[in-house]
């Protein structure tokens, strides 16, 4: 568009059909997933997901050379299936415990260790070699998985999950030779659930947290040591009401760590037994995020002694804190939010950052000089930005005079304009403890560039407020989130920002739920779009997988038919009068095809309209860039089929 045309000259074009030079195969294609970096002096490592190889997923190696390298090959996949969520699937080997020759490692990548996608097992990368298993082949197929990788004194140091043959899951934390050859030893066994391992400086010592059922690492765990010489183990931190997260050595003696008792996820010191506890910087800010994968760290200590932190409310700024002054310092870098991920060689410091213009990037950071040098942008060419929309973070005022929080997109476009007010599709986040950010999506431009605005609301219940917004679905899953999202579209249509007979509402998983019950409870919205989203609670309850078998407990409460009957989607599917669109995966562990299933046959018996689309594959959360694209042409048609356009 020529600088000359201003908005007045524009084209009035109706909504939902303006041109946009963003496609359904741009948006699946631009979802490289860039997460989990690691460093070691020069050598900046990360993860790397690839829908357009059918959603492999790769470990790329940047060496000192400046060089990008991809280590894994096809058809080798690095990912891992602990909690079926996974997390950071590979290790980086030392060069001294690989064997490697000098400066091998600074070209070539040196060695990693990584869990294969297709039958769980740990494999050793070296350079120039082939993969080779390191953990035995189980009798269960996929039977043993590994997560929380970290490699110390020649040895792997992990997470284990053992899947039993009558169904059963059960954990424990082992080490494992690295060069293979002898059975996995078990070194901590006898709870639900553990992450976040750290072992002490003097090697003595395994920090590590951990928690039972029926509680989630967001409600309730602790952080534990033991000592390696004896086995013998005893609690530091935490319990059934405070969430302990991300422990690290300060010394051989001491701790630094992550706590919500204050009712915000803060930091502090304390010493190994459990004494000298101290907040290195309270404030009403969260230092972390929901343990939904494991291997994360948020934050890295340095060799001067400093912290790089992440903070905030809402996204997480990078920032350098010093635990003897308290002194707090954002660094001025080009990315407005970061993952929970950070890792350090003990100067500079490796992250996955974003921008609402900027793309995920794997970015490095110079502790000292500051200097920002970005390693790999997840979208490689973005369209002009004048077609990406610029969130906007409101409060709106809920029921019962809760706040909700949000972030508006407006529909825009450089070419044309519309008339009259607009349409716009409630975004509802999965989890549902989890959070919506303010990252690009060029999901999100697909649909304001053509002339449908966007909210994503981040309802009560959401991460990145503390812990007493986080609480609030306690026992209420279904209604608070419910309610949450049809009083954000009221507000909208209130406020003459949208076409109230033009609100749409589409989620995923925990999203889907929220997506489905609002649809029959409440008559705001001109159509759903619940993507592979919990319909029955009980059969959800059954049939999910361990890690969130008892989560359902929490957000609603003890199994009782009459409840859930009267809670679950499934349960006040008459009251949907508006289309619906659902989409599932059919090889999804987490939410069954069934849930889908039963929810699309029970609209069909009543005569509502409903397109339930399914794919081969597939699993929690579209992966194959075929899938994405044909996912979201259809659900682009499903928008202009209700809005009219």
């Not at 534990?224 to 003696?253: C, N, Y």
Request: charged share 20%; with cysteine; glycine share 12%.
């Amino acid at each position: 568009m020529s600088p000359e045309r201003d908005a007045v000259e524009r084209d009035a074009v109706p909504y939902a059909a303006w041109p946009s030079p963003i496609s359904t195969s741009d948006v699946a294609r631009a979802g490289v997933g860039l997460s989990f970096p690691a460093m070691a002096g020069e050598q900046v490592w990360w993860i790397e997901d690839r829908p357009a190889e059918g959603g492999r997923t790769t470990i790329m190696h940047r060496g000192a050379d400046g060089a990008r390298r991809e280590l894994l090959a096809a058809p080798w996949s690095a990912r891992t299936r602990v909690h079926e969520y996974g997390g950071r699937p590979y290790a980086v080997v030392p060069d001294e415990s690989a064997g490697a020759g000098p400066g091998e490692g600074s070209g070539s990548g040196g060695s990693v260790v990584f869990a294969n996608l297709a039958d769980q097992r740990l494999y050793l990368l070296s350079p120039g070699a082939e993969p080779r298993p390191i953990t035995p082949e189980p009798d269960v197929e996929a039977g043993l998985r590994y997560a929380d990788l970290l490699v110390h004194d020649g040895q792997v140091w992990c997470v284990r999950e053992r899947h039993h043959d009558d169904g059963k899951v059960s954990r424990s934390i082992v080490s494992i030779p690295l060069h293979g050859g002898a059975e996995p030893r078990e070194r901590v066994g006898g709870c639900d659930f553990y992450a976040s391992l750290a072992i002490s400086p003097d090697g003595e010592h395994l920090a590590y947290i951990c928690w039972n059922h029926p509680r989630m690492p967001w409600n309730g765990t602790e952080l534990r040591i033991t000592r390696l010489s004896d086995g013998h183990s005893w609690t530091v931190k935490g319990g059934a009401s405070e969430s302990v997260l991300a422990p690290q050595w300060r010394d051989d003696r001491t701790l630094y760590l992550i706590s919500d008792w204050s009712g915000w996820w803060n930091l502090y010191q304390i010493g190994m037994y459990g004494t000298s506890y101290q907040a290195l910087y309270p404030a009403e800010e969260e230092f972390a995020g929901p343990l939904w994968q494991l291997g994360g760290a948020p934050y890295a200590v340095l060799d001067d002694g400093r912290l790089a932190v992440l903070h905030g409310q809402g996204d997480l700024r990078l920032g350098i804190l010093d635990p003897v002054s308290g002194v707090l310092t954002d660094l001025d870098v080009p990315y407005s939010g970061w993952s929970p991920a950070l890792a350090s060689d003990g100067r500079m410091v490796a992250g996955i950052g974003y921008g609402p213009a900027v793309p995920l990037s794997v970015v490095r950071i110079d502790a000292v000089t500051g200097r920002v040098e970005g390693l790999r942008r997840e979208v490689d060419e973005l369209p002009d930005v004048a077609y990406l929309p610029r969130p906007e973070a409101v409060e709106v005022q809920g029921r019962f005079g809760r706040r909700v929080h949000a972030l508006v997109y407006p529909p825009s476009n450089p070419e044309v304009t519309g008339e009259g007010a607009p349409p716009y599709v409630l975004f509802v986040h999965g989890g549902p403890t989890g959070h919506s950010t303010t990252a690009l999506d060029l999901k999100k431009a697909f649909l304001t560039s053509r002339g449908i605005g966007v909210i994503d609301v981040n309802y009560g219940g959401s991460t990145g407020y503390g812990r007493a917004y986080r609480d609030r679905l306690r026992g209420q899953w279904g209604v608070v989130d419910v309610e949450d999202c049809v009083a954000v579209a009221e507000w909208l249509a209130a406020r003459g920002m949208a076409d109230p007979a033009r609100i749409a509402i589409r989620g995923g998983s925990a999203g889907g739920w929220t997506v489905m019950a609002a649809c029959a409870l409440s008559d705001v919205f001109a159509g759903g779009v619940s993507y592979y989203g919990v319909s029955s609670l009980a059969q959800f309850a059954e049939t999910t997988h361990d890690f969130e078998s008892r989560y359902v407990e929490w957000l609603v409460g003890p199994s009782d038919p009459v409840l859930y009957g009267s809670r679950e989607p499934l349960g006040q599917v008459a009251g949907v009068t508006c289309p619906m669109l659902l989409l599932q995966g059919l090889s999804d562990p987490v939410v069954p095809p069934a849930q889908s299933q039963a929810f699309a046959d029970a609209l069909a018996e009543r005569g509502v309209p409903c397109t339930y689309l399914t794919f081969e594959g597939e699993a929690h959360g579209f992966r194959r860039a075929e899938t994405r694209s044909a996912a979201l042409a259809t659900e682009f048609a499903f928008y202009q089929q209700i809005f009219h356009t």
